[in-house]
Structures are given as C-alpha cells and as structure tokens.
T-cell receptor, first 113, second 112 residues
C-alpha cells in the first residue's frame, strides 16, 4: 500500500526554469519529510527536509512547501541547471519507535541546456 | 573515507543460490537499513536494525535475512525463497532512528 504518492513521474525543464515535484501522503502519523536526490548508479543523497510545524523551508535554490491540512508537500528547484538532472524522491518518516521512511515512487528530472 | 560502503557494486548469481550483500559503515551509526529499489518504484524497506544484535522486518522481508553482530556491519542475504531478487539494493545508516538516513552507493543484483 503506497502511502506517499509522488508526481510527475518525469519532468523536463529548460535551464533557468523552475522544477516542481509534488507529493501527497495518506497517513497522518508522519513527522518528518525529507527529499532525496539520486544520480544513476549512486545511492540517494539527502537534499532538504521539513517538519510539519513549518510551512516552508529554503536552502539555496531548493525550497520545500508543506501544506499540513491538505497532506501535501512539494519541492521547488529555482534556476534549474543541467547538473540538477537526477531522480528525486520524497519520503515521510513514520512516528513510533521504528521511525521508518516511506518513499514516493520518484521523479526523473531532465534539465535541458 | 567515512561513509556507508556497499560491496560488490555488481553481483551475479545463479537461480536457487543464496547470496550475501555487504554493508559496512565507519560512522558509528546505531541504526542501519536495507532497501530494495526497482525501476519506476520508490525504495522499499526490507530490514532495519536500531542497535547491535537486534533487527526488525520491514515491508518486504520475505525471502531475505540479515544479521547485526557488529555495529559496523549489516549484511543482507538474499535467499532462494525470494521470488524476484533482481534489483538494486541500498543500505543506509543513521546516527539513530531520529536522525536522517545516509545511503551507500548500492549493489545491483542480477539472477542468471
């Protein structure tokens, strides 16, 4: 059962444009929402994360927007660069002792030069 | 260099054989995790360990086994009972279960 739904599956953006990736969750028992960036043949790397008591977090060109009532959060990449071309995963961490991460299905971003 | 080290990067095995994937870390992390990644899907949790000598099943543990005899090591065995073992396997570690997880570079397993 997929508890974190991610869209779109793939995204093509021109250099300098804004990339937007959306995630929605179905279970309210999550307390931490990280985004990971993965290049081919590599493991995912933590990009940015947010807690549900904050509506927005910005780190450089990357911003997470969080809407607790709608159970949605999104990643915005400003001034997208060809080097940003990668697969992006959203995730949600469950509450409780185990604190497991549930991942979205991923978005393959291509930034055209 | 510190980090999560997975080996080998590519692994080929015949159908019906058990195979063990290595995951080592020198970050003094208490928590370690194994995920499976299939094309077009997110990462799915196989097993996790929050402390030495203890581990728990994740969402897709059937056909897999783990051990955590040392803090630094969390090997994953893909047994012959796993119906579709061909996948990209990722190991992660965290200082504890409340801290962010950091991943190794994965092992791609192919069953011939």
């Amino acid at each position: 059962q997929q508890q974190v739904k991610q869209s779109p599956q793939s995204l093509i953006v021109q250099k300098g444009g804004i990339s937007i990736i959306n995630c929605a969750y179905e279970n309210t028992a999550f307390d931490y929402f990280p985004w990971y960036q993965q290049f081919p043949g590599k493991g995912p790397a933590l990009l940015i994360a947010i807690r549900p008591d904050v509506s927005e977090k910005k780190e450089g060109r990357f911003t997470i927007s969080f809407n607790k009532s709608a159970k949605q959060f999104s990643l915005h990449i400003m001034d997208s660069q060809p080097g940003d071309s990668a697969t992006y995963f959203c995730a949600a961490r469950r509450t409780g002792s185990a604190r497991q991460l549930t991942f979205g299905s991923g978005t393959q971003l291509t930034v055209l030069p | 260099d510190g980090g999560i080290t997975q080996s080998p990067k590519y692994l080929f095995r015949k159908e019906g054989q058990n195979v063990t994937l290595s995951c080592e870390q020198n970050l003094n992390h208490d928590a370690m995790y194994w995920y499976r990644q299939d094309p077009g899907q997110g990462l799915r949790l196989i097993y996790y360990s929050q402390i030495v000598n203890d581990f728990q099943k994740g969402d897709i543990a059937e056909g897999y086994s783990v051990s955590r005899e040392k803090k630094e090591s969390f090997p994953l065995t893909v047994t012959s009972a796993q119906k579709n073992p061909t996948a990209f396997y990722l190991c992660a570690g965290a200082e504890n279960s409340n801290q962010p997880q950091h991943f190794g570079d994965g092992t791609r397993l192919s069953i011939l």
